[in-house]
Each structure stands twice: as structure tokens, then as C-alpha cells.
């Protein structure tokens, strides 16, 4: 944690003295070159003109001098910027800073006008910046801070995503998911306690019919034996009271 905190302090220190050398460079009034400078919003139109009308030293201090303009920035703001895209963000706040410089120069310093090959320029010297060293210090920076626990301020939290609670269909269709098993149930039974109801009683095996038969006709022959014996009885009683 001290250690972020110390690297980020130096960082924003340069950018604060960066920022006062870019005004003192840029915002300086140039009372001789009043008549001389013009807007310029065509791009390589400048560029062209150093090839042409100037001397090579001339061409490049006023080359080189945009460039290096634009390297402090892709040394520090990659210690700002995001990792997502970080190259492609540092080129646009890059962009975006010296445009705003030169609509400055352009509006209310005197013997300055804007350019857009100075962007242009400016811009390019950022991105050589950030691919000879600003990457590099920057991605040990970041590495150094996961390691110690601590992320960067750049580091992105995912953001959870909030519960979507069930439309009504979602809850037609569970509601009918649990009816449905009852419903089935209810179903089962009462054709269940039909088949009880209309199923036939079973008959009667044969061998169960036939001990009944057997049982009926004993039990007949018994009672006719029985009567015989009653009705033979009497006759003889009959007799013996004649033959007196």
C-alpha cells in the first residue's frame, strides 16, 4: 500500500510538471510570427511544408519538438488509465488534451494558430512513449500491486448482476407444475376405487362346486332315509293293531 501510494505521488507530480512545461511551451504569446503562422486543419499539410521549406534541423525541432511533447504522456497515464484497452485510452486522452491545447494557441495566444499536425504529432510521440517504456513500468506496476494484494486504481470490479425476479409466465407455469402432480394423483385414485368397485367377485373353483353338489345330495339322501324310516314305523304299528 505505501508503496502504490508513493508511485502514484511521483506520477502525478510529473504529470503536474509536464503540464506546467507544456503551457510554458505552447501558450507562450510569439508577437514575430503573427503574420506568419496559420490555421491548419488539412493533415500533412504542415508536415509538407517542413519537407519542403525547411531545413532539415529546422524540420526536425519542429517534428521532434511535437513528438517529444506527446512521450511524457504515454509514460504516465497508463498508471491512470484502465487496463481494459489501456493503449487505445491513453491514444484518445492523448488526442483529446492537444486538440485542446491548440484551440487555445488558436483563440487567445497571440502569433500562435492551431494546428492538427501538431496533434497529430503529439499523439504519435505519446504512443512511441508508451511502446518503448511506459508499458513496461506500468505492467510491473500493476504486476507488483496483485501480488502484494493491493489492485491498482485501475483495477475493475465486475458488477453483480441483479436477481430478476420470474415474470408471469415463469409463475404460471410452476404453479401448474405443482398442480399437476396432485391433479394426477387425484385421478389415479378415484379410478383406482372404480376398478374396486366394478370389479367382479370370482366365482367359485370347480372342486368347491362339486364338494357342494356332494355335500347337497348327502345330505338329501339322509333326509329321505330319514322319512322312509318314519313312514315303515307307522305301517307296522298299523299292522299290529289289526292283527289283534
Known amino acids: 500500500m505505501l508503496v502504490r501510494g508513493a508511485v502514484l505521488t511521483v ?31 488539412r493533415p500533412g499539410r504542415s508536415l509538407r511544408q517542413y519537407a519542403e521549406d525547411y531545413t532539415f534541423l529546422a524540420a526536425c525541432k519542429q517534428a521532434g519538438g511535437n513528438l517529444l511533447l506527446g ?19 491513453t ?7 492537444m486538440a485542446v491545447v491548440e484551440l487555445i494557441q488558436g483563440a487567445l495566444v497571440e502569433g ?11 499523439t504519435a510521440g505519446a504512443l512511441l512513449g508508451y511502446f518503448v517504456l ?15 494484494g493491493s489492485p491498482g486504481p485501475s483495477a ?4 453483480a448482476e441483479p436477481k430478476r425476479a420470474p415474470g408471469p409466465a415463469a409463475r404460471t407455469k410452476a404453479a401448474r407444475t405443482k398442480a399437476a402432480p396432485t391433479k394426477a394423483a387425484a385421478t389415479k385414485a378415484a379410478r ?4 374396486q368397485r366394478d370389479r367382479p367377485k370370482p366365482a367359485a373353483s370347480a372342486p368347491a362346486k362339486k364338494r357342494g353338489a356332494r355335500t347337497g345330495r348327502t345330505d338329501g339322501a339322509a333326509s329321505g332315509g330319514r ?12 299292522d299290529r293293531l289289526r292283527g289283534r
Open 11 to 41: 506520477v502525478l507530480l510529473g504529470l503536474v510538471a509536464f503540464s506546467v512545461l507544456l503551457a510554458k511551451v505552447t501558450l507562450t504569446p510569439s508577437p514575430a510570427s503573427e503574420d506568419l503562422v496559420t490555421a491548419n486543419l
Open 192 to 195: 383406482t376405487k372404480a376398478g
Open 91 to 97: 491514444t484518445l486522452l492523448t488526442a483529446v488534451a
Open 227 to 238: 322319512r322312509a324310516t318314519g313312514s315303515g314305523a307307522v305301517r307296522s304299528l298299523f
Open 134 to 148: 511506459g508499458r513496461r513500468i506500468s505492467h510491473r506496476y500493476y504486476t507488483y500491486t496483485d501480488a502484494s
Open 71 to 89: 512521450v511524457p504522456f504515454g509514460l504516465l497515464l497508463p498508471f491512470f488509465v484502465p487496463r481494459r484497452l489501456r493503449m487505445i485510452r
Open 112 to 122: 500562435r494558430a492551431f494546428d492538427v499536425d501538431d496533434v497529430i504529432l503529439n
Open 156 to 159: 475493475e470490479k465486475p458488477e
